[in-house]
């Protein structure tokens, strides 16, 4: 190239697309990534055809895009979420698959097998679980503690636009150059520049660093919501227990994210400016790298996992009819696991040749969490005790998650201990453990919460077969897929290896690809749930939007919500605030007065410095400096420029409040009230008949 | 407004009383360190304890940091961040320093 | 006592704001606190990595050949100095001495701030010509990594303040122009802390380890 082209576009060239790997050198493995590409390319393709198709380029923008409520940037990260879970699903199966045509070299190359691993862990942690457990705290938190938005509605929109940008990135890598090989913990030396000299590696650190600023101001957004923003009377221990889940969940993020920020900005300086943190050569020391990244890694799998136990404290206690058990230990059990993870982040390099006092130290303080953890269980299950069960699809996601969960857990206090680590680590051993935790304990808590919040988020419920149908595929293809994991990991098969030898790993290879079809049809069957639940809309209709007794305040207003959530601010009198109102009969009560209420305007910013930051990432990956520095420049500007912005509110007059409110208030009062029997029938419409005599 | 006059006059004797107290400590530890050689047996010690005396000041004089009913929430802040510090540093200084140690060991057998 | 001084915010308080913004002011500056505490880890963690470090040297200059404290001491003065006058601008706002004062104030912050960088700089610079830059050893990547990290907020910092004065003049000291100047000089102190463990455990604890 010559040297204008290497100013104007760095290292970018056409040999960067796999089409070109493809002309040259026609295989399986160029099949795989270009039929990859294009599965990537058409999807887009497809999406934009049917936004202009509908027209829909107009409310797209107005209504979602440069939207602040809650709510919509809520939904808006779930559904960003699922479109990353597909790309992850299908990396998992393709990886079972090569591992199961085996023995030897399979059909991929190992360098694509080596992405294929990266951007499965990088996208399913990242792009999949933190932004699902994001978009439910951003929904229903706010709904829950009684508030009309979260402190920093504008500063939410960014979260979002740089979560998304982030996302992209690795969306990106797919159809130009490649990700890195270096697996979703990318440790150095191999990630350095001396062993790494592509691209792969840069894709990773700037999609991690900008979605980690992301995560982070939704952190503190979150604590701050709920420490300022609670409605009258709603103190501390009368909290929804999801809502503590979340307080803890964001301190994780708050002090967990910048370890991971500093990992990845060190690796950059070493691969950008050959500075010298984690190179061999010159004082360089990579064990700075694995301390930085698992003290942000172990705190990052309970931001993930709390607010899942949220989820199920509320499911359990919504269809067990019942208080939920236990609340003060769920909070203090909850509240020590938030602070023991800070204290166990060592367990991930046992092996790293520190003396046995020290892993004994992390061993002794890993084992701990098994304490609260287990409180947590058995509170669950005393909450079902004598309650008046209903196996709806969240408390079947919920049975299977507590039966799962214990599992996964009793390996984890296995792994606990360094000498038997020393003899696992880094098999599929510790693959099977991480996943017996992280399907059971987060994904099926979101599938669950998908059920459970579906009807207050669009105000219809969702079709209960096809989620019985998925419930069944996720439990049976988890099964299959990850139990004979644990049996070849005991038999010494390495993690992350593209080829082996071995036939006594064969028949575990072979159940385990069958598991991953499974959880394909799993992940498919939620797609026809959708399709279904939204033909059959009219059926399932639940206007009034307490479709399932529900006991937090979230319930207490009409589904799908109105953009100021509540026409009065409830007053608190009790935990579990909307039962307590439906037993003493001061539900649907019509409130003395209104007043107007202010909300944040709509406004573009998050879009763009969504836009920007990928443009920016892109800049930065093929040393495109002229790019980066002027997207820098605009982007600082248009921060700058939003600050000078003074009219950031619309008013919503106390008259159309009322209007709206009252038009509710009477269609409750002519809605026909529903018994727990008919749950699932059309007759509910969302009015439930308190039957729980006793039971509060 | 009288009351408002005395009450500027306290503040802002506040902020120059900070002021004066954490140059002092400063200029000590410069003073010391530059006297004696921070290598000198405890001479560090007595200038990270002056350290920790300014940071001290510094909360209470120009941050208002204190024990009053109304800063109890920032206190609670604080003090929870400084024990995930603590944690997060001397974790950190532990563990990589046993590793050195042990592989400087490595190299003299 | 009006109403809003029984409500002062804890850290920097502005006086009369009116009541139905305190709420709102309240939640930006505790979410403020809670950013800072954010950004606290990082510098903690360099620090950590800064001491895990110091002897990684690899045979380039250390801190003996490299540390100039007389410099030090200056950006030291310096950044404290910086420090009151910020404090002493927010007095003269909330005490209504005339915007003059508040001016002053900022300005004399704002030009105590770009001293501090240019020194900064400047010791950087010397640094260099010793060859003592971040690509010789793991040493000098950990101080490269910290000390410039805080120069850089200090940068932010003055590019803030004079935004700050220009959205005073711009849109005038409103209640969220002020609440904007709390924050700033929260952030102000702030790097003033972190500077008080540059000076004791980067520079002293280098020489005194190194």
Redesign the interface.
């Known amino acids: 190239m010559s040297a204008f082209e290497t100013t104007l576009f760095g290292r970018l060239s056409w040999d960067a697309l796999p089409l070109a790997a493809l002309l040259k050198n026609p295989g399986t493995n160029e099949i795989v990534a270009n039929a990859a590409g294009a599965i990537l390319v058409l999807g887009a393709a497809v999406v934009l055809f049917v936004l202009s198709y509908f027209r829909l380029w107009g409310v797209l923008w107005r209504d979602w895009l440069t939207s602040t409520d809650h709510k919509k940037l809520g939904i808006m990260y779930i559904v960003f979420a699922l479109v990353m879970l597909a790309r992850g699903v299908l990396e998992g199966v393709v990886m079972r698959a090569q591992q199961a045509a085996g023995p030897g070299d399979g059909f991929l190359e190992a360098g694509h097998f080596a992405q294929l691993f990266s951007t499965h862990g990088t996208i399913m942690i990242f792009f999949v679980a933190v932004p699902f457990v994001v978009g439910f705290i951003n929904f229903i938190m706010p709904l829950q503690i009684g508030a009309r938005d979260v402190a920093f509605p504008v500063m939410n929109q960014i979260s979002l636009g740089l979560t998304v940008s982030g996302g992209m990135m690795l969306m990106v890598s797919l159809v130009v150059g490649e990700f890195s090989t270096g697996g979703w913990t990318a440790y150095p030396p191999y990630t350095g520049a001396a062993f790494n000299p592509g691209v792969g590696p840069d894709y990773w650190i700037w999609a991690i660093v900008v979605s980690g600023i992301g995560t982070t101001l939704s952190g503190i957004n979150f604590a701050v919501t709920i420490y300022k923003m609670r409605a009258p009377g709603m103190g501390f221990m009368r909290l929804p227990m999801f809502c503590w889940t979340v307080i803890c969940s964001s301190i994780l993020i708050i002090f967990a994210m910048p370890p991971l920020g500093v990992a990845a900005l060190l690796l950059a300086a070493d691969r950008y400016l050959d500075f010298h943190f984690f190179t061999n050569d010159l004082g360089g020391n990579m064990m700075n790298y694995a301390n930085l990244f698992w003290l942000f890694g172990h705190p990052e799998v309970y931001l993930l996992v709390l607010p899942a136990y949220g989820i199920y404290s509320e499911v359990f206690a919504t269809f067990s009819a019942k208080k939920l058990y236990g609340y003060v230990s769920l909070v203090i059990a909850t509240m020590s696991i938030a602070v023991l993870s800070f204290t166990v982040w060592l367990h991930h390099f046992f092996t790293m040749g520190q003396s046995a006092l020290i892993n004994a130290v992390f061993g002794v303080a890993t084992m701990l969490i098994a304490i609260p953890t287990g409180v947590k269980v058995y509170d669950w299950m005393a909450t079902m005790y004598r309650g008046r069960i209903r196996l709806s699809v969240p408390m079947l996601y919920g049975i299977g998650f507590l039966i799962l969960f214990v599992i996964g857990g009793l390996s984890g206090v296995i792994l606990a201990n360094p000498t038997i680590d020393f003899q696992v680590h880094n098999t599929l051993f510790l693959v099977a453990h991480f996943h017996n935790v992280l399907l059971p304990g987060v994904l099926f808590a979101m599938l669950a919460g998908v059920n459970y919040w579906f009807p207050k988020a669009f105000g219809f419920r969702l079709n209960e077969r096809w989620g019985r149908i998925s419930v069944a595929l996720w439990v049976v293809g988890f099964l299959f897929t990850f139990m004979p994991l644990y049996f070849v990991g005991l038999m010494g098969m390495p993690r992350r290896s593209f080829n082996w030898e071995d036939p006594s790993f064969q028949p575990y290879m072979i159940a385990a690809v069958i598991g991953a079809l499974i959880i394909l049809c799993g992940l498919l069957s939620v797609l026809v749930q959708l399709y279904v639940s939204i033909r059959d809309r009219a059926q399932n209709r639940v206007p009034v939007g307490d479709p399932w007794d529900g006991r937090t305040l979230e319930w207490s207003i009409p589904a799908p919500p109105p953009a100021y959530n509540f026409a009065v601010l409830p007053q608190v009198r009790d935990r579990d605030a909307f039962a307590e109102a439906k037993e003493s009969g001061t539900a649907y009560l019509k409130p003395t007065g209104y007043d107007d209420i202010e909300l944040p305007k709509n406004t573009s910013i998050g879009f763009l410095l969504c836009v920007l930051s990928g443009v920016w990432m892109f800049a930065l990956v093929w040393w495109i400096w002229w790019l980066a520095l002027g997207v820098t420049v605009a982007m600082l500007l248009i921060v700058i420029v939003w600050t000078f912005a003074t009219e950031t509110e619309v008013v919503i007059p106390a008259a159309q409040v009322k209007a709206e409110h009252e038009a509710w208030l009477a269609l409750v009062a002519r809605t026909p009230a529903v018994d727990r029997d008919d749950e699932a029938a059309p007759a509910n419409l969302g009015y439930a008949r308190p039957d729980m005599e006793g039971a509060t | 407004m009288d009351d408002k006059h005395a009450e500027h006059a306290r503040e802002r004797s506040r902020y120059i009383r900070g002021f004066l107290f954490a140059l002092a400590l400063t200029l000590t530890a410069f003073g010391i360190g530059h006297l004696y050689g921070p290598q000198t047996p405890y001479v560090y010690l007595a200038i990270g304890v002056l350290g920790l005396l300014q940071l001290i000041v510094q909360l209470a004089y120009f941050l208002h940091i204190d024990r009053r009913r109304d800063s109890r929430e920032d206190l609670d802040l604080i003090l929870f961040s400084t024990m995930v510090l603590l944690i997060i540093i001397l974790g950190t200084v532990w563990i990589l320093g046993d590793l050195h140690m042990r592989m400087q060991m490595g190299m003299q057998m | 006592m009006s109403h809003s001084d029984h409500?002062?915010?804890?850290?920097?308080?502005l006086g009369d704001i009116d009541p139905r913004h305190q709420?709102r002011v309240?939640?930006?500056q505790?979410?403020f606190?809670?950013?800072i505490?954010?950004?606290?880890?990082?510098f903690?963690?360099?620090?950590?990595?800064y001491?895990?470090?110091i002897d990684?040297?690899?045979g380039?200059p250390g801190p003996h050949e490299l540390f100039d404290?007389r410099s030090?001491?200056a950006q030291?003065?310096l950044l404290?100095?910086s420090?009151?006058t910020v404090?002493?601008a927010s007095?003269a706002l909330?005490?209504h001495?005339g915007l003059g004062r508040v001016y002053l104030w900022l300005v004399a912050t704002l030009l105590l701030g770009l001293g501090f960088l240019t020194l900064e700089i400047m010791d950087f610079m010397n640094m260099a010509a010793k060859g003592g830059v971040?690509?010789?050893?793991?040493?000098?990547?950990?101080f490269?990594?910290l000390v410039p990290l805080h120069g850089l907020h200090v940068a932010t910092g003055c590019l803030w303040l004079v935004?700050l004065m220009i959205?005073m003049r711009?849109?005038g000291v409103?209640d969220?122009i002020k609440s904007?100047l709390m924050r700033f000089g929260?952030f102000w102190?702030f790097l003033?802390?972190i500077w008080?463990?540059i000076?004791?455990?980067v520079y002293?604890?280098g020489?005194?380890?190194g």
């Not at chain 3, 505490?37 to 990082?42: A, G, I």
């Not at chain 3, 903690?44 to 990595?49: T, Y």
């Not at chain 3, 971040?134 to 950990?142: M, N, T, V, Y």
Request: glycine share 10%.
């Open positions: 409500q002062t915010y804890p850290g920097i308080n709420q309240e939640t930006a505790f979410g606190w809670v950013f505490m954010s950004d606290l880890v990082y903690g963690l360099m620090f950590a990595i001491i895990t470090m990684a040297q690899a380039g404290l030090l001491f030291t003065v404290l100095t420090s009151m404090g002493l007095l909330k005490y001495l971040p690509q010789r050893s793991g040493f000098l990547s950990a490269y990594g935004i959205q711009v849109i409103t969220q904007r929260l102190h003033d802390l008080i463990g000076f004791t455990i002293f604890g020489l005194a380890y």
